[in-house]
């Protein structure tokens, strides 16, 4: 994403006002090396940042002092921890990984994230490790916490439970395991009508690196932009338009409405 397309987003961020967040993600969103201009921009106009923080990015040389960032700038900071077990995370997210993800959350401990009177929000999202729908939001949240105290002395503020959408590499893994089409039963089978109402789509808009628009990250994960008649940053200046536009959907949606629903702020019923 070019300096170009930032300077855009916060043009349309000063003609939106509507827009409340802007939520920063894509692997390692602080390795963009306009990352700490931009983000201080978006406070500059009074709004919230979210940053979908990958936590060995703070082990980086130059990026150690990323904590200290985000707290000058009241960053909330979504970290994934798919489980409070070194094994089971280092399987899905490789070797080592959890140490350097304890690590990284006491750091942000340490500068007052996670603490419940400090304004400095840290967020932990769980996916499940396998074909199956995530176990209750509320009855995990306490598990970690208990868990991560315990072992770690860590504190956070909310665990988000998110559904592993059968897309991209995941649907590649699924199809090699033979267990796609299970799978996709399984989420169709837990159809839940009370999660349309708040699906993210309905709320948010995701932008490309080339400024095409998304409805979410997962349609643009899929290359499927919006449908309405403005598919580019470029082409939008009011981005209530999107509001009454049509959604792109597919099979893949019935990942958002499974079971307790789905979205990047966790489960949603
Ligand atoms: S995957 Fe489908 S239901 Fe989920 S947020 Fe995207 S468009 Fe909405």
Redesign the pocket.
């Known amino acids: 994403m070019g300096s170009e397309l930032l300077e855009r987003v916060l043009w349309l961020l000063k003609r939106n006002p509507q827009v409340k967040t802007v939520d920063l993600t894509g692997g390692a969103p602080e390795l963009h090396p306009e990352f700490r201009d931009f983000v201080e921009s978006v406070r500059s106009l009074g709004r919230h940042v979210m940053d979908r923080c990958n936590l060995t990015i703070l082990f980086e040389p130059g990026f150690d002092d990323l904590p200290e960032f985000f707290a000058a700038h009241q960053v909330e900071v979504i970290a994934s921890l798919p489980c409070y077990t070194a094994e089971n995370v280092d399987q899905q997210r490789g070797r080592r990984v959890f140490d350097r993800s304890v690590r990284a959350l006491q750091r942000l401990n340490a500068v007052g994230y996670g603490q419940s009177d400090s304004g400095l929000d840290l967020q932990l999202v769980y996916n499940p490790v396998g074909a199956f729908l995530p176990h209750a939001q509320a009855e995990l949240e306490s598990k970690y916490r208990e868990e991560l105290y315990r072992l770690f002395g860590i504190q956070f503020n909310q665990l988000f439970t998110i559904t592993n959408m059968p897309i991209t590499r995941y649907a590649d893994a699924l199809r090699r395991h033979g267990e796609y089409d299970a799978y996709l039963q399984t989420l169709v089978d837990s159809f839940n009508p009370a999660t349309l109402s708040e ?3 309905r709320s948010l808009v995701s932008v490309g690196y080339d400024g095409t628009l998304f ?2 990250d ?2 643009q994960a899929l290359k499927l932009p919006v449908p309405s008649l403005h598919r580019s940053i470029y082409e939008i200046e009011d981005l209530g338009k999107l509001s009454s536009a049509a ?3 597919g099979d ?2 019935f ?3 499974a079971g307790s629903g789905s979205s990047c702020g966790g489960s949603i019923t």
Do not use: Y
């Open positions: 699906l993210m789509c409805d979410c997962f349609n959604i792109q959907t893949h949606c990942g958002c409405t």
